[in-house]
């Protein structure tokens, strides 16, 4: 993976709109003073490709992307992989509940020559080439598959942040592995075990399914094949044989059809006649009928003379008088006797008002004199106060002063306030007020509380004069109303003759409605006398309509017994003379049986000559049913043979595929012992870590001036210190600076070498180092300088240091200059 161009908004310190053009730098320096934000250039990075940052402590971590207050961050990297030109992008947004969230994720395969200037035009993501992932789930596995290298891979061998610089050295023996199988695309070996592997386990799968399907076909034999021939030849001649007995079996079988059908005819013309019989009541029918005729008409006129009594007593009534009125002259009537007793009890109440009214306004009028007087004496009593003050204004000032107070006369600071002397004007003006006062506030308090007894009691008084008159209106209403109508006796007398006569006129609609359901009652008694005359004669018309062909005597519409009569007789007439006929009909039914049976006997003969069972008699319904028996049993035969056929052509082809499958399943399981882990792949992986060590031993001693060499056994690496006679050290043991250049030449050598034998994407196009250059000594500097200026000579890969040690920056020929102010960091291209 090599950078081309990164782009950054809003990411971290990074609030303003930021590039960094990787372009032709193959040899580069990040520069600046501490927390400017050069370690932030290597995050975003490694942000746009894997969503994390190694510092943030995991995804979790992703609130630490966006600059303080802002509410979005955007990212995105332009990489070289193995040929190829990918971008990579990530939007991280703040939503309304502060919670951090990504919201956009891409990556893109550019087309070939793409100018990355074109990024400054604002393009959209979808101009950017063919999209490979558009979910940070997509991501995850777009990124492994364009870059090589998972996360923590990454960051161990490409770009190494602070803190995890010595990873690879320190890593466990089976983590070390896994990078270097990675590098070295040695996973392709795994994958070809596993695939051979499966292939054995699928060849020894089908080789069981096959050889449960060839015991199954067992008995597919080419003897079993010529025997189906055998019977279908037998089958086939059935068939021709059956077809030659049909014309015999068909005269047969139409014979005794004919004769049948003539015997039938017979039967139904016997049943018909011996159906014809007199119903029972047929006598009854015409008397009920006419019964109920008259005692509708009856009922009818006990209708008509109901309905006139009740017309005649309603004619009575209407001339009677209106009970309603007559009841609201009585209410009147009692209304008037009760205003008249409440005449007096309203004059009392109204005089009694009158009185308690006056009294509490001649109470008010006098309070209201004392509050004048009250008030004249107040207002005389602060004129005195006035007056007094005139005379004795030394004695009003001291009233106002404390002591403190500046003297408005002497204009100096009070010290002592004299008292007011006891026979002072003001004071004896101030007690008479005061005095004065409460008297007028007494004297008004007890006018408002008076005023407003009278004012009540005032509108008391209105409300009982409009009662009083409301009274004498409606009393003289009532009055009027009966005037010249008759006396309550009267009224009485009347009412009770229209009751009366109602009382009657209730029973009258009584009969009335009696009578209509009684002539309802008979009318549908005559109905249905009248419906059961009509249904016997449909039912003799239906009987006789049966026997109609064989021309029965003309009935009698006027009387249904005779008619009966007549028709029975006839019918017995007729049977008589068609019995001898039907004799004889069955013996001619019987003969033609006896042939057909015989003719049935010469085609079973045929199936069981055959070998084949004859077709039960109940399935045969004609001379086709024969025939299909015998071609069906010819066709099941062609259909065996067939099958036992296909069956045998089968089990040669399974036997064919057994052999195959044996032959691949050898050579699977032999491919898949070769690649296991701990042959094929093991060798690999000792040989890659041998040159590695090696290469890195080279470099170390040339940083350590020839103190250290590096060397591994069972994966643990160790040191070998030529200033202590040779003494072999862990890589633990070594102090920091120590470990640094260990560190650092397992990384050289692992861009240096590594790149070399690696066969899959994960080439290590670059190499960038954010650790530990200012704890090296003068000389151990110029050495890793030298080391990383030859590495970046060669050419075929990108090297990057991050720095603030300018003797290293100043030999490094394209520098990142990033800096920062109150609102964001900034980074500026200088050098070459």
Not at 328 to 333: A, F, G, I, N, T
Not at 753 to 772: F, H, K, R
Request: overall charge negative; aromatic content about 4%; proline content about 3%.
């Amino acid at each position: 993976m090599r950078p081309i161009r990164l782009d950054m908004s809003g990411f971290t310190v990074f609030r303003d709109d930021t590039t960094v053009d990787f372009t032709d730098a193959d040899y580069f320096a990040l520069v600046g003073p501490t927390g400017s934000g050069k370690s932030t250039v290597l995050d975003a990075i490694t942000f746009a490709l894997y969503g994390t940052v190694p510092r943030w402590g995991g995804t979790r971590g992703i609130v630490n992307a966006l600059a303080p207050s802002a509410a979005e961050a955007r990212v995105r990297l332009v990489f070289e992989s193995a040929g190829d030109r990918y971008v990579a992008t990530r939007v991280v947004r703040r939503d309304g509940r502060g919670n951090v969230k990504t919201a956009g994720a891409g990556l893109q395969l550019m087309p070939p020559g793409f100018d990355v200037t074109k990024l400054d035009t604002g393009m959209d993501l979808d101009d950017l080439g063919e999209v490979l992932a558009g979910t940070p789930a997509e991501m995850d596995e777009a990124i492994l598959t364009a870059v090589g290298l998972p996360y923590e891979q990454f960051t161990s061998c490409v770009v190494l942040p602070q803190g995890q610089f010595a990873d690879f050295l320190h890593a466990k023996p089976a983590v070390r592995q896994q990078i270097l199988i990675n590098l070295l695309g040695l996973r392709v070996y795994e994958d070809v075990q596993q695939r051979a592997v499966a292939r054995e386990r699928a060849a020894e799968a089908k080789l069981g399914v096959i050889d449960q399907q060839l015991a199954g076909l067992a008995d597919a034999t080419d003897e079993a094949v010529e025997a189906a021939e055998r019977h279908l030849t037998r089958m086939r001649e059935l068939t021709a044989a059956v077809e030659e007995s049909v014309p015999g079996l068909r005269a047969a079988r139409a014979a005794e059809t004919e004769a049948a059908g003539k015997r039938d005819a017979l039967d139904a013309e016997l049943r018909a006649l011996a159906s014809v019989r007199t119903p029972e009541g047929s006598a009854e029918i015409a008397g009920a009928t006419a019964a109920a005729r008259a005692r509708a008409a009856e009922a009818a006129e006990e209708v008509r003379t109901a309905e006139e009594r009740e017309e005649k007593v309603r004619g009575e009534l209407a001339a009677a008088g209106d009970a309603g009125s007559l009841r609201l002259l009585l209410d009147r009537h009692a209304e008037l006797e009760r205003l008249v007793g409440q005449e007096e009890w309203f004059a009392g109440e109204v005089q009694v008002a009158e009185v308690e009214f006056k009294d509490a306004q001649a109470a008010a009028e006098l309070a209201h004199s004392a509050h004048l007087g009250a008030t004249q004496l107040l207002e005389q009593a602060r004129l005195d106060y006035t007056e007094a003050q005139r005379i004795d204004r030394a004695a009003a000032l001291r009233a106002h002063l404390a002591v403190g107070d500046h003297c408005p006369v002497c204009e100096q600071t009070v010290t002592t306030v004299p008292a007011v002397p006891e026979g002072s004007a003001v004071r004896e003006a101030e007690a008479t007020g005061k005095a004065a006062r409460a008297a007028a506030e007494v004297a008004e308090s007890g006018w408002k509380q008076r005023d407003a007894v009278a004012r009540k009691l005032e509108g008391n008084l209105e409300r009982k004069r409009a009662q009083h008159e409301h009274h004498l209106s409606r009393l003289a209403e009532v009055r009027a109303v009966v005037a010249g109508a008759p006396g309550v006796p009267a009224l009485e007398r009347q009412l009770a003759e229209i009751e009366a006569l109602g009382r009657k006129l209730d029973q009258a609609g009584v009969a009335v409605r009696e009578g209509r359901e009684a002539q309802r009652k008979a009318q549908a008694a005559a109905h249905r006398a009248e419906e059961r005359e009509r249904t016997a004669w449909r039912t003799f018309d239906e009987v006789r309509d049966r026997v109609a062909r064989f021309g029965p005597p003309s009935a009698d519409r006027d009387d249904l017994a005779a008619a009966w009569t007549v028709l029975v007789e006839w019918a017995r007439a007729e049977h008589r003379g068609r019995a001898t006929a039907r004799e004889q009909a069955g013996a001619a039914v019987d003969r033609a049986h006896e042939a057909t049976v015989h003719a049935f006997a010469t085609v079973d003969a045929l199936f069981t000559a055959a070998g084949v069972t004859p077709p039960a008699r109940r399935e045969v319904s004609g001379e086709a049913d024969v025939i299909r028996a015998a071609a069906i049993a010819a066709t099941t035969a062609e259909g065996d043979w067939r099958k036992i056929v296909d069956l045998r052509d089968r089990a040669r082809d399974l036997s064919e595929q057994r052999t195959t499958l044996q032959r691949d399943g050898r050579v699977a399981k032999a491919l898949a012992g070769h690649l296991r882990a701990n042959n094929f792949e093991r060798w690999l992986l000792e040989e890659a870590l041998d040159l590695l060590v090696d290469g890195a031993s080279r470099i170390l001693r040339e940083l350590t001036g020839g103190q250290y060499d590096l060397i591994h056994e069972k994966g643990e690496f160790s040191v070998i210190d030529h200033h202590d006679a040779g003494l072999r050290r862990g890589v633990r043991t070594l102090s920091g600076g120590e470990t640094f250049q260990a560190s650092l030449a397992l990384a050289l050598a692992l861009s240096e070498q590594l790149a070399g034998m690696s066969t899959t994407a994960a080439s290590l196009e670059s190499i960038v180092l954010d650790e530990g250059f200012g704890t090296l000594d003068a000389a151990t500097l110029d050495v890793v300088a030298a080391t990383l200026e030859n590495l970046a000579a060669r050419g075929d890969r990108m090297v990057g240091v991050v720095t603030h040690v300018n003797s290293l920056a100043e030999r490094v020929p394209v520098r990142f200059e990033v800096s920062k102010d109150a609102r964001s960091a900034h980074v500026e291209r200088t050098g070459l």
